[in-house]
Structures are given as C-alpha cells and as structure tokens.
C-alpha cells in the first residue's frame, strides 16, 4: 500500500461521522463504567456535572453556535440564551441539589426546566428526565 493511500484513509476514517459501531462501542464502555460502581459517589457524579458546565464554556461557545446554526439553522443569540446559557444554570442547579437527590426519594427543580429524579438504592440507578416548558 502506498503512502499516499494510508493517507488518505486515515483522512477517511477522522471523517467518519458517528455510527452503529461507534454508539455501540461507547454503550459498552458507560456499561462498564457503571457496572463497575464508579457512578455511585457524590464526588464522581459532581465532577460529570462540572465537566459538561466547562465543555458550555466561553472557550467552546462558539463552535456550538456553529454547529447549530449549520444543523439547524439557530440563530447565535438563540443558542447562546436558550441553549447554553440554560444548560449550564441547570448543571449548577444540579450541582446545589446532588446531595439531597442522593438520599431522597423524588425531588424536583423548578424554572424553565423540570427535573424529575428517581434514585432506585436496590440497583444504584439514577434516572433523570428534562422537559422543557
């Protein structure tokens, strides 16, 4: 195989959008995770929040705006107040409530956006349902 060809396979494969094979690679891999009792603590679940309210930073804000304006046609404003903006008061709100979540039964956040979370002990499974009003 020529230099050439490995190239621009390698350029194909980057290219790649996101497939069964993929999805069914990182379904395993959250399995694996899970299944493995990391999910459980405060500490672990705090940290997924605080990482998903850094990827809506300032430093990302503008690739979403992008890409939801090449998707979906958004226009920036929009995405920055209903989008953004809104997911990272809700990571914070999340952020406030964690703890009281982990001991109760059912909980809710009210504002533009529900929650609804449901915290079975027998199995360790955290469910937590949006809906936007």
């Known amino acids: ?3 050439s060809t490995e190239v621009d396979e390698n350029k194909k494969k980057k290219q790649e959008s996101f497939n069964a094979e993929t ?3 990182i ?3 959250l399995a694996a995770t899970f ?3 990391k999910t459980r603590t405060y500490e672990w679940r705090a940290s997924q929040l605080k990482a998903l309210t850094k990827l809506f930073s300032d430093a ?3 690739q979403i705006v992008d890409a939801l304006y090449s998707d979906l046609a958004k226009p920036p404003l929009e995405t920055v107040a209903y989008e953004i903006a809104m997911l990272k008061n809700s990571c914070k709100g ?3 409530e964690l703890k009281r979540w982990m001991t109760s039964e059912k909980s809710s956040l009210h504002g533009t956006i529900r929650f609804c ?3 079975n002990h027998s199995s360790e499974l955290l469910q937590l349902v949006m809906s936007w009003f």
Do not use: E
């Open 27 to 29: 379904v395993k891999n």
């Open 23 to 25: 999805a069914s690679l």
């Open 117 to 119: 979370c449901h915290l």
């Open 35 to 37: 299944a493995s009792g």
């Open 94 to 96: 999340a952020l406030k």
């Open 60 to 62: 990302h804000q503008q």
């Open 1 to 3: 195989m020529s230099s």
